[in-house]
């Protein structure tokens, strides 16, 4: 018991050794029923908002009929009275004739942030057509949207070259994006290698880290087999001595394998986290409770 408690020590200072001011911002999908609007969606939304983030983010996926109108759904069940900064994702595949329309009823709602994405090739028809910059000059077009973009640290899966892959987030960011947030990842040095390189090539935004708990790694596996993200053998090693049915454990795992990825970045100046949340409130709740103990949330 002596060795566990010095073990649980030094992880509790390790947690609290961070010294800066962080901020916030969280990830949903929107629900497709009113039910769970209501039951997970604005519940958790709710609980998080405690924390003041920065923006909160609902995603559009163009593989999922009508997806524009249930994000549009989800925002307006958003209560007015939580003041938060709203940014729905627009995706360019197989919405082009939607986005002004849908750009111009967000911005009449007071809605002045976007996610814009090019979204899954779901078409051969936009595959070598269509490109996040072009909605971003559309967007910026119709309206001064402050505009969030998609970064990845390990390369884009479709991306021929990283080269090319940091030239295209570059082009981006030149058409009026004012930040990219990246996919999730595990390896934080593949995170920083990433920014240097993103600043040595004259992109002068925020890279803001995408932070996901691990609710399921059964659920992770799959995840990683559509991305290039790479998986530590380290958190591998963790979740193969867990039991899969024993909840608890496993995200206790989780907040402490984010604790140690955000500890880290802390120390190499990063002030941003944005949580992919997946619609469940409680490791990201768990974990935002525990650094605002130590850290200025704003």
């Given at each position: ?33 009113l ?8 519940p ?28 549009y759904?989800a ?7 939580l003041s938060?900064?709203i940014?729905p994702?627009?995706?360019?595949i197989?919405n082009?004739?939607?986005i ?6 967000y911005?009449?709602h007071?809605?002045?942030?976007i ?8 078409s051969q ?16 077009k119709i309206a ?5 973009v ?9 991306a ?8 295209y ?13 990246t996919?999730f ?9 990433f920014?240097d ?14 932070i ?29 001595n ?23 970045l ?9 949580f ?18 130590k850290?200025?949330?704003?």
């Amino acid at each position: 018991m002596k060795n566990n408690y010095s073990h649980h020590d030094t992880l509790y200072q390790t947690i609290f050794d961070i010294q800066s001011t962080v901020n916030f911002s969280f990830e949903f999908f929107p629900p497709k029923t009113l039910y769970n609007i209501n039951n997970n969606f604005l519940p958790t939304i709710n609980k998080l908002s405690i924390f003041n983030p920065k923006f909160i983010s609902v995603t559009c996926s163009p593989q999922i009929e009508y997806s524009i109108d249930y994000t549009y759904q989800a925002i307006q069940n958003i209560p007015k009275n939580l003041s938060l900064n709203i940014a729905p994702h627009i995706t360019y595949i197989n919405n082009i004739n939607k986005i002004s329309e849908l750009a111009q009823r967000y911005w009449d709602h007071g809605i002045k942030n976007i996610v814009a994405l090019r979204g899954d090739v779901i078409s051969q028809e936009y595959c070598t057509e269509v490109y996040a910059c072009d909605l971003v000059t559309l967007l910026k077009k119709i309206a001064d949207f402050d505009i969030s973009v998609a970064a990845y640290p390990e390369m884009h899966p479709e991306a021929q070259s990283a080269k090319l892959d940091l030239l295209y987030l570059k082009k981006k960011i030149d058409c009026g994006a004012n930040r990219a947030i990246t996919q999730f990842f595990f390896d934080v040095d593949k995170y920083l290698r990433f920014r240097d390189r993103c600043i040595a090539i004259g992109i002068d935004v925020d890279i803001i880290p995408g932070i996901l708990p691990i609710l399921n790694f059964q659920q992770l596996q799959r995840f990683v087999k559509l991305t290039n993200v790479y998986v530590p053998t380290w958190i591998h090693n963790i979740f193969y001595n867990l039991d899969s049915n024993n909840s608890t454990l496993n995200k206790m795992a989780s907040l402490m394998i984010c604790v140690n990825i955000i500890q880290r970045l802390c120390t190499e100046g990063v002030k941003n986290f944005h949580f992919y949340t997946l619609n469940q409130f409680d490791i990201t709740y768990s974990l935002c409770t525990l650094l605002k103990n130590k850290i200025k949330v704003n």
